[in-house]
């Protein structure tokens, strides 16, 4: 039987899986990360030949260590915020033209000599560097160091300092919390396409007031003062700044439409313009300009009723070729006008040149995902994949080439190349059921998982149902997530910690319901103002189905989800007694007024201008209605939802004499991705809903 130690213990039980696969610029070879097979937490890199079709491994990671230890806080937030967990070769950048790649290795740039093999140092001895990349044509590498901005020369190591003001307070060159929780912008300063100026930003966060949360060890108990921007409460200040390499001097450029704007993206025109987009406070709208002598000119603008999707779909080729969901549904427009596709949803685009867009996007499911080649002339949209499931892309226009990862409900992972010469599978994951596979003796006792679909509220909301062996009646555990941003159900080989409920005799359901992700504008701002409310209402939906199912008992139906789910958790509880056997709520959001400002101004506007949403959306109003077993779970260094949201929830849970279960995780974040606190807490869950979704605790 599968069980969390073996799951997320050393060896990678999922089996060898394909990351940040790139095409090299000379178009000769494929370069992709994959876990060692001593240890899944360690990456290494490797290189496939496409002239003669052999892979190698490049370099290993343990080169590059694989320990927390000696990070700096900048790293290890940076870390969380882009839910990178491994350790090894976690990230690299081909050189434009050379056969060399920039590898960040402990805090400092190495370069790596493709040909030769040979490594060189760029940056020196005993200093720490975040964010780390070249410059557009490879002259400079360029990092953050102590909250001041650098670039060195390639070829010849010389140093420039751009900024010399970093201090506690300020930074330059890096994102601040909520561009990278939040706005999913990791950048803080960019390079124009000729290397002859590099924008930046400097974030002050001294306007965000000084609070303290407790960061508990095993061994130690610290009060950290942290400038968190609760929602309601200021942000930190950014500035826009434009440096010129010829005169070494830079400029600050007013961004701001409105004072208390936000940042959204930055970049450069081909024609070296700086552009940038700024949304303001309310998310309602957003704005794009370019920066053309010494002002501003509106490329377009976007405005809403209820919020606007922040993406990183802008390009250009003759116009502006960004998406936008002004329609309904995110669609590809050029400038102003719409490119009638006939897709139902294009999610991202990845490249356009000369008068096309290699896009992702759907059209008949949203299970699915598809790579697509759009004209941009006439909006035909040729599928480059036809097999249903989930498949993602990597493009590189110049060469007429594409990188395509899918996932099936046949197969777990497969790494596809089209070329003008057709189309290569260059790596496939072993069938999990062959004897070579780390998986292999766990194959027998593996379950199928179905896909399907229920109608509520006038809306077709997917599901994927995964059952025990025989024919039950099962208890079954609704895998919950629920929030914007996010969808689960997909046409692929679903995760194997399905695998872990499954063999333990619970089956799991799992449903994206209206808010979630991949759907319809309209499909999200059900949830606008007010959360807990549409979410819940179609997940009782999935419940009544499951209700029906000869197969499922409806007495044992329990409920588990984290962080948003957690919140989902606490919600189906209070508002739906006795219809959940039991509920597992991990690191869950308990009131919004804790939460940070760009997230929950999304979709609850600010405390002052909807107090009746705030109120309503917590957890409080409701929480004496839980008499269902409950087992709360938090990581005790959590930055993101606070450990606070627990502690409160805790207290309120005693005050109103509910019991609960209680597990507390010293030193985890929000992730809890450790293995040993990922080991221990789904033991727990496992142990938890073993006694309360069993025959016995029905007797």
Do not use: C
């Not at 993602?392 to 099936?408: F, H, M, R």
């Amino acid at each position: 039987m599968l069980t969390p130690e073996i799951l997320f213990g050393a060896k990678p039980i999922t089996g060898s899986v394909p990351t940040a696969a790139r095409i090299a610029p000379n178009g000769k070879s494929v370069t992709y990360l994959l876990a060692s097979k001593e240890n899944r937490e360690t990456l290494d890199l490797w290189i496939f030949d496409r002239a003669s079709g052999e892979h190698r491994l490049l370099i290993e990671g343990r080169r590059a260590g694989a320990s927390v230890e000696g990070l700096t806080d900048e790293e290890k937030a940076a870390r969380e915020r882009r839910r990178h967990f491994a350790f090894g070769i976690t990230s690299y950048e081909w050189h434009p033209t050379a056969d060399e790649i920039l590898l960040p290795i402990d805090g400092g740039s190495t370069l790596f000599d493709v040909r030769h093999g040979s490594f060189r140092e760029l940056t020196e001895a005993g200093t720490r560097q975040t964010d780390i990349r070249y410059s557009p044509k490879g002259n400079y590498v360029s990092f953050v160091r102590e909250g001041d901005l650098y670039f060195l020369g390639r070829e010849s190591a010389r140093l420039t300092r751009v900024t010399d003001d970093g201090s506690a307070t300020i930074s330059n060159g890096l994102a601040e919390f909520v561009a990278q929780e939040e706005m999913h912008r990791f950048e803080g300063y960019w390079w124009s396409a000729d290397e002859a100026k590099l924008a930046f930003t400097r974030v002050d966060v001294a306007p965000i007031a000084e609070s303290q949360r407790y960061e508990i060890d095993a061994e130690q108990f610290n009060v950290v003062t942290q400038r968190y921007p609760y929602a309601g409460a200021a942000n930190a200040d950014v500035t826009l700044w434009l440096y010129d390499l010829a005169t070494g001097k830079a400029e600050p450029i007013d961004w701001r439409i409105e004072s208390d704007d936000y940042l959204a993206r930055v970049g450069f025109t081909p024609e070296g313009n700086l552009w940038a987009q700024s949304q303001s406070r309310s998310q309602q709208r957003l704005t794009a300009r370019s920066w053309v002598n010494g002002s501003w000119e509106t490329m377009f603008e976007e405005r809403a009723d209820t919020w606007i999707n922040l993406t990183d779909n802008l390009f250009f080729d003759g116009g502006v070729v960004r998406t936008s969901e002004r329609g309904g549904s995110s669609a590809i427009y050029r400038d102003d006008e719409l490119i009638e596709t006939g897709l139902s949803r294009v999610n991202d685009i990845l490249a356009v040149e000369a008068g096309s867009a290699w896009i992702t996007g759907w059209d008949r499911s949203p299970t699915e995902q598809h790579l697509y080649r759009v004209d941009l002339a006439s909006g035909a949209a040729e599928a480059l994949t036809g097999t249903a499931g989930w498949h993602g892309g990597t493009i590189a226009t110049a060469d007429g080439a594409a990188l395509i990862s899918s996932s099936t409900p046949a197969v777990a992972h497969r790494l596809t190349l089209i070329d003008p010469t057709g189309s290569h599978v260059i790596f496939e994951e072993t069938p999990l059921d062959d004897a070579s596979h780390p998986y292999a003796e766990h194959r027998a006792q593996h379950q199928s998982s179905r896909l399907g679909t229920i109608e509520n509220e006038g809306e077709s909301l997917a599901f994927r149902l995964t059952l025990p062996a025989g024919s039950g009646p099962h208890p079954v555990v609704v895998y919950v997530y629920g929030g914007p941003g996010v969808s689960r159900v997909r046409a692929e080989y679903p995760p194997l910690l399905l695998q872990l409920f499954v063999q333990r005799g619970l089956g799991v359901f799992e449903l994206d319901d209206r808010g979630s992700a991949n759907r319809s504008k309209g499909f999200e701002d059900a949830i606008y103002r007010h959360l807990g409310v549409a979410e819940i209402e179609d997940q009782i939906a999935g419940v009544d189905y499951l209700a029906k199912q000869p197969e499922i008992d409806p007495s044992r139906i329990g409920l588990f989800g984290h962080s948003y789910g957690g919140y989902m958790t606490l919600m189906g509880l209070a508002k739906h007694p006795g219809v959940f056997a039991a509920g597992v709520s991990v690191a869950p959001v308990s009131d919004w007024h804790l939460y940070d400002t760009h997230y929950t101004e999304r979709y609850l506007s600010t405390p002052s201008e909807n107090p009746d949403g705030y109120r309503d959306s917590a957890i409080f109003p409701y929480l004496e209605n839980i008499r269902d077993p409950l087992l709360l779970m938090h990581g005790m260094a959590d930055d993101n939802v606070l450990f606070t949201h627990t502690t409160k929830l805790m207290k309120a849970l005693q005050d109103a004499a509910i019991p609960f279960d209680l597990m507390t995780y010293p030193g985890a974040k929000h992730s809890m991705q450790e293995p040993s606190v990922a080991i221990h807490r789904f033991n727990k869950i496992l142990d938890f809903f073993d006694r309360h979704l069993s025959p016995a605790s029905f007797r």
